[in-house]
């Protein structure tokens, strides 16, 4: 009998099980794949999320595998207005990293097992056990394809967007937008790049350098071209980066390779699930899942960890205070995230207004407002300490000029 049985180890389901483990309980820990194995992500983790694995004493695994800082940003839009600059700090934490998720996910992996979480890859998880309404266990097949059947007090759903444990206790969705963008991505050396986004009336380019070396450069359009861009993805990749970020495509036609394959999805659901029930809770995509253009699905990934751990840390042998630290889980989670849900989906419509150009054109002249204004894009401001009296007093003087 574990306390915890958390199903899916990538970033949201390790870090759970890390903070879980290491509060004592008993944890078992498992995902279909064989470790370590690579996931279709921006890698970019914000500075609350750095702030957190310094927290959780794993940053200098992730410093180790050679992954840069990211400490300045450059962010243009169209041809006349260009952000430039680092972040406010975050508990002491001003630099960005974007590391491989198959070096991400191990390091999580193996503090979790350190902290004394078991740990089965190659586990496929076929469906739950009830015990009336209550999630009291999951079946699975093991890596050598022997049918178990596990119990725990809590059965935590880690396995992405697409959720087998969300569906099967049919946790209802309490927020849901349309699809808002398609993305096209690979990873190129031989550029010499920093953090770097670049958007134009309907496309938008992220460049993120990563590890080896490699700059991942994606490209994004809007879900209603998914269908056209797909059919000849490679050749709308590269000419919405030549159209969108004339000096990022030079740097990569002059001195540039492309190292890996062309990977792409048209379906990046958003929408917040009901995150918790008898016996069960849902954290990373299985509770929350938003466009990937603002890249914050990691750092919420683990905020909703640290939620977690500390609404159920104590409580596992208490039902009825185990069912309030849930309640309370599910309550802070939308609250904490809905913010920056709705700010995504407003860039994710990759529209360039002629109210946010004015905002930006001031901005980009103050080093202080696009520290603020950067915060607000990694979740470490709100938008309304960026939309102070200082800058509505500014905006109002530009408009009447």
């Known amino acids: 009998m574990y306390d915890v049985i958390v199903v899916g180890a990538r970033v949201a389901g390790a870090a759970s099980a890390l903070l879980l483990a290491r509060a004592g309980h008993r944890v078992l820990l498992v995902d279909r794949a064989r470790f370590p194995s690579d996931t279709l992500s921006t890698h970019y983790i914000h500075q609350p ?8 004493g794993v940053l200098d695994a992730v410093r180790a595998t050679g992954c840069p800082a990211l400490d300045r940003t450059v962010y243009q839009v169209g041809d006349d207005v260009r952000l430039d600059g680092g972040t406010v700090p975050h508990e002491g934490q001003s630099a960005a990293y974007a590391p491989r998720r198959y070096l991400l996910d191990q390091i999580l992996v193996d503090a979790a097992v350190a902290a004394g979480a078991e740990f089965r890859d190659g586990c496929s998880v076929s469906g739950l056990v009830f015990d009336g309404d209550r999630v009291v266990g999951v079946k699975c097949r093991s890596a050598d394809g022997r049918p178990v059947e596990e119990r725990a007090r809590l059965v935590v759903g880690a396995d992405g967007m697409r959720s087998a444990v969300a569906r099967a206790v049919e946790a209802p969705y309490t927020v849901q937008d349309p699809l808002m963008s398609c993305i096209y991505f690979t990873y190129w050396q031989g550029i010499k790049s920093q953090f770097e986004l670049y958007e134009r009336p309907g496309r938008w380019i992220g460049a993120i350098p990563t590890n080896d070396d490699a700059t991942l450069i994606a490209a994004y359009f809007p879900q209603s071209e998914f269908n056209r861009v797909r059919g000849d993805a490679l050749d709308n990749y590269l000419e919405n980066i030549r159209t969108t970020a004339p000096d990022l495509y030079e740097r990569a036609m002059d001195g540039g390779e492309r190292v890996e394959r062309l990977r792409g999805t048209g379906d990046q659901q958003n929408f917040f699930r009901q995150p918790s029930g008898p016996g069960w809770a849902l954290v990373g995509d299985a509770a929350h899942h938003k466009d990937s253009i603002t890249a914050r699905g990691i750092s919420d990934a683990f905020l909703q960890a640290d939620l977690l751990a500390a609404s159920v840390a104590g409580v596992l042998d208490d039902p009825a205070r185990l069912a309030e630290g849930l309640a309370r889980y599910g309550e802070q989670l939308q609250d904490d995230l809905f913010e920056g849900y709705r700010n995504t989906l407003f860039v994710s419509r990759l529209e360039v207004t002629p109210d946010r150009l004015a905002m930006l054109r001031m ?36 408009a009447a000029a």
């Open 49 to 56: 999320g750095i702030a957190r694995l310094d927290r959780w």
């Open 363 to 398: 901005i980009q002249h103050s080093p202080d407002l696009t520290e603020r204004y950067f915060a607000v894009a990694a979740g470490g401001m709100s938008v309304d300490e960026l939309y102070d009296e200082e800058l509505h007093d500014r905006l109002e003087t530009e």
